[in-house]
C-alpha cells in the first residue's frame, strides 16, 4: 500500500527542513516524486518551498560572509569572486631573447 503525505505534513515538513526535497520525503516516508506531485498541485506549497529555498540561500551567505569576515581566507576568495567580480589572471614572464621568423611570399625557390 502506498503511503501519502496530506498537505499539511508537507507543508510541516517544508518548515522543519527548507527546499530540502529529499529530506521531506524521507521524513514523510514518501518519494521525492509524491512531494513533487504535491507541490505543483497545490500553489501555497510551491510558495512555501520558494521562499524556503531562498531562506536557506539566505543564511548560507550571511554564514559565508561571517566566516570571511572572521578571516577565512578560502571563503575571502570565493566571496570576491562571486559577489564583488574580482577575477583570477596569470602572469608569465618570458626572460631572455625572442627571435621570430617570418617568410613572406612563396618559398618554392
Do not use: C
Amino acid at each position: 500500500m502506498k503511503k501519502k503525505a496530506t498537505i499539511k505534513q508537507v507543508s510541516e515538513a517544508i518548515d522543519i527542513y527548507g527546499g530540502n526535497i529529499a529530506a521531506i520525503a524521507d521524513h514523510l516516508g514518501v518519494t521525492r516524486q509524491t512531494i513533487y506531485n504535491r507541490i505543483n498541485k497545490h500553489p501555497q506549497l510551491e510558495e512555501k518551498i520558494e521562499d524556503a529555498r531562498e531562506t536557506t540561500k539566505d543564511r548560507v551567505r550571511q554564514t559565508i560572509e561571517n566566516l570571511a569576515l572572521e578571516g577565512n581566507v578560502p571563503l575571502l576568495i570565493f566571496y570576491a569572486k562571486t559577489q564583488m567580480g574580482w577575477k583570477e589572471t596569470q602572469v608569465t614572464e618570458q626572460k631572455g631573447e625572442l627571435s621570430y621568423i617570418v617568410n613572406w611570399g612563396d618559398n618554392d625557390d
